[in-house]
Each structure stands twice: as C-alpha cells, then as structure tokens.
C-alpha cells in the first residue's frame, strides 16, 4: 500500500463563514491533489483524525470526499480508506476543478489541453454562431463586450464579461452539447486571464479582438467568426506563455464548419 501523505492540505484550515464548510474542505484537498501534494495511490488519513485537524465534524469532511469523489479526485473503499485518482480519471472538464490548478502553478500539460480544447470548440462555436445567432444572442454578446470595455480586465466585472462574451457565443450555436461546455470554457477564459494578470501587465487593449469575432458574427460570416475566433484564442496562449515562462504545443485550428 503506498504511504500515507500528509494528512492535511497545506491550504490549512477551512474558515467558517467564508464559504460553506465542506466546500472549503473539498477546495483545500482539491488544490492539495492537483498541485501535486497528494499523488495518485496515495492513500488520505483517517477520517477521524483530519476531521480533528481541520477542526470539522467529521460530516462536513465526509461531504467534502463525496465532492472530490464526484470530481474523480479520490475514491474510498472500505477497510482501504480514500485514495487518490490518476488524472485520467479526474472531471478536468469541472469548473472546479479548472480553478483548483490555478490555485498554484499549473502544469504546462494542463495550460496547453486546455488551449487545444479550446482550440476545437471555440472557433467552430463562432461559426456556427454566425450561422444561427438571433437578434437577442448579438444583444448579449454586444452588452458582454461593452461591459468589459468599460470595466477592463483588471477588475472582476471585466473578468465576468469577458466569460459572458464566450458563453454567449456557445449560446448562440443552439447546439445542446456545445451550450453544455459553457462553465468549461468560461472558466478557461476567466482563470487564463487571472493567472496572465497575477504574472505581469496585461496587454494594453484586448478589445480589437474580441469586436472581430462580434462583427464577423453579427455579419453571418462563418470563415470570418472561425478565423477571427482562431486568432484570438492563439493570441491568449502566447501572452499565458509569456506570462508563464513555460513552452506548449501550438494548438491547431481543426475541422470545417458543421452543416
């Protein structure tokens, strides 16, 4: 049986009233796992004793494994304990998830699958954006990319509508399965851009970009809303690269639009 690792996140404690409890505990284990302090096989203490610990009862810790379980973090089986997932088995595709790698330093690999499948969706969302947007899906994005105009990307509400812009767009493909992706893609967008500005300056005007896709879109113009989108989204993977100091794999625009 692999050892034992440490028995508590280096989060430390939880707070009360800051969020709810076992979500906390759930967030400090979690960023714990991707971070690399808890590994793959490991096996997490004993329920009792880190309940003691984190100074929880030991039903806020047990929903707190239901969450990472659900998440395909951990898995826990009786008489072995809970123990830690391979990646391969993680829901890297949850929100939650996304912003636990971005808690600390993320992997390159991580950075760049993220890209990639951004990559694949987002210019042939726009495509298809430009195909079947409605007059209230042009709204939407409009009020997004004003918001975050006005706002700029150095505060949270400029964050916000910059998410907004790219779900709108999802929105607009009318496509269920691709709308489902929204919360994976917003939270690409929104933790790229944080850890970006965490690292340096960002880049003086972002807008250019962003008006491109909303014109080619409000144009009905697929090739364009593609192209236009595909530039954006390797334009934001060389600024988290500089930002980052790390190299990744170029991610390539794939596919023709969908009929």
Do not use: C
Request: no cysteine; hydrophobic share 45%.
């Amino acid at each position: 049986m692999p050892a034992a690792t440490p028995s508590a996140p280096t989060a430390g404690r939880p707070k009360p009233g800051s969020e709810r409890l076992h979500g906390a505990i759930a967030r400090n284990l979690g960023v714990a796992i991707v971070s690399g302090v808890h590994k793959p096989g490991d096996i997490l203490g004993n329920e009792i004793e880190l309940s003691e610990q984190l100074a929880v009862s030991r039903s806020a810790y047990r929903e707190a494994i239901r969450i990472l379980a659900a998440k395909g973090l951990v898995e826990s089986r009786p008489r072995t304990g809970t123990r830690v997932l391979t990646m391969d088995r993680w829901n890297l595709l949850d929100s939650d998830v996304l912003s636990w790698f971005f808690a600390s330093e993320p992997s390159p690999v991580i950075v760049n699958g993220l890209f990639e499948l951004r990559m694949i969706v987002e210019p042939a969302a726009a495509a298809l954006a430009a195909a079947r947007r409605s007059d209230g899906d042009l709204a939407e994005m409009r009020t997004a990319l004003e918001s975050m105009e006005r706002m700029t990307l150095k505060t949270e509400a400029g964050q916000s509508a910059d998410r907004d812009f790219h779900q709108a767009i999802l929105t607009a493909t009318g496509n269920p399965p691709l709308i489902s992706l929204a919360s994976t893609i917003g939270a690409g967008v929104r933790w790229t851009t944080l850890y970006k500005q965490r690292k340096r300056r960002l880049p003086p005007d972002p807008m250019p970009e962003h008006w491109a896709v909303y014109e080619a879109i409000a144009a009905s113009d697929t090739e364009a809303a593609r192209s236009t989108m595909a530039a954006l989204v390797a334009h934001a993977l060389e600024q988290t690269e500089s930002a980052a100091s790390i190299k990744t794999a170029k991610p390539v625009a794939v596919g023709r639009p969908l009929r």
